[in-house]
């Protein structure tokens, strides 16, 4: 079941997202959560969305301190409103 991302990592490692065209999801476009780490998002097209980008779920999570993620070679296109990313844990 999804709450409608585009692509959902949900406590998820060595993750390599790559070469995807995203838009218009129901949700976000990409979303790493739950302690995921390990993960690659590069050479992605974003368009036309509100939410782009959700690394991290809470900052209260303690699990989501150990994420590592490598954001590189992405176009962030027009209609983008927010989370070009977002990382949501205070370190």
Known sequence: MTDGDGVSIF?????W???CSLSNCADGLI???VGSTAITISNNYFT?????MLLGHSDSYERDKI??????FNHFGEGLIQRMPRYKLKL
Do not use: K, L, P, R
């Open 11 to 15: 406590g998820g490692s060595h993750v």
């Open 17 to 19: 997202v790559d070469h």
């Open 31 to 33: 979303d790493a959560i």
């Open 48 to 52: 036309h969305h509100n939410e782009v």
């Open 67 to 72: 994420m590592q993620v490598t954001i590189a």
